[in-house]
């Protein structure tokens, strides 16, 4: 736990403000609807940068998480044929660069942030993404943030530890629903299976890395829309979690 919250609070240090422009060079959108599964909003991305007390570095910390863990999953399943979107960036540029659009945008979500930063790293490093789709594309991922499923059965009880894990993976989800092969753009729904399956697997591969619970996550979702225990994938009509590109 010491060494995991010790990493939180250097993700917490004031990040540089980057300077990047926003530029086109990823793909058009081709999904109508994609969710967002726990993006924070950028008026609470804003306060809790701002702030200094003990609770909103935390806040913070947790905020920064979630942006690494959609990071990781556009590595995936994004179009960038690096499978490095930081190679030649730093996760502090990418914060700085995430001020700078919540700062102009304090009413929006902070996934719309990661798209313009996204695409103007690629474009500043001067290799292009794909036009097409990169799931026929084998490439090697960089995770940024390999937790392993021994931190998260160690942290267990420890909610804010847990939190931390959790905010990371539903990060990489909502990339993998932006970017990813489903239609619908909507792999876990509102994620509530997420804690309860990552117990579950973490239990039988107690030395993996806590990533590998994402496959099994999203083909026990599909099992259970199957079967009729979960609603269908997509947006409801009532749905604020599902944003339209």
Not at 35 to 58: G, L
Not at 66 to 91: C, E, K, R
Request: hydrophobic share 40%; with cysteine; aromatic share 6%.
């Amino acid at each position: 736990m010491i060494e995991l919250l010790s990493a939180l609070l250097h993700l917490a240090q004031p990040a540089p403000v980057a300077q990047i422009p926003p530029a086109p060079v990823l793909p058009p959108d081709t999904k109508p609807y994609f969710r967002a599964n726990s993006s924070p909003a950028c008026i609470d991305w804003n306060s809790a940068r701002a702030s200094k007390t003990s609770e909103d570095v935390y806040r913070s910390a947790v905020h920064k998480r979630w942006v690494l863990g959609y990071i990781s999953g556009f590595n995936v399943a994004g179009p960038d044929p690096t499978g490095h979107l930081l190679a030649t960036s730093s996760a502090n540029e990418f914060f700085g660069a995430v001020d700078g659009y919540c700062s102009r945008n304090p009413s929006n979500d902070m996934v719309y942030a990661m798209r313009p930063v996204a695409s103007a790293i690629i474009q500043r490093r001067g290799t292009p993404a794909l036009s097409v789709s990169t799931s026929t594309v084998r490439k090697r991922a960089q995770i940024v943030g390999p937790d392993t499923c021994q931190d998260w059965s160690r942290n267990r009880d420890d909610k804010m530890m847990r939190l931390a894990y959790l905010v990371w993976l539903h990060g990489y989800i909502t990339a993998k629903n932006q970017w990813g092969s489903d239609p619908l753009g909507d792999a876990i729904g509102n994620g509530d299976a997420t804690e309860l399956i990552t117990d579950q697997w973490c239990k039988e591969h107690p030395s993996a890395l806590l990533v590998g619970v994402i496959t099994p996550l999203i083909e026990h979702v599909a099992a259970e829309r199957l079967a009729g225990r979960l609603p269908p994938g997509g947006k409801g009509a009532n749905d604020e979690l599902s944003i339209k590109n």
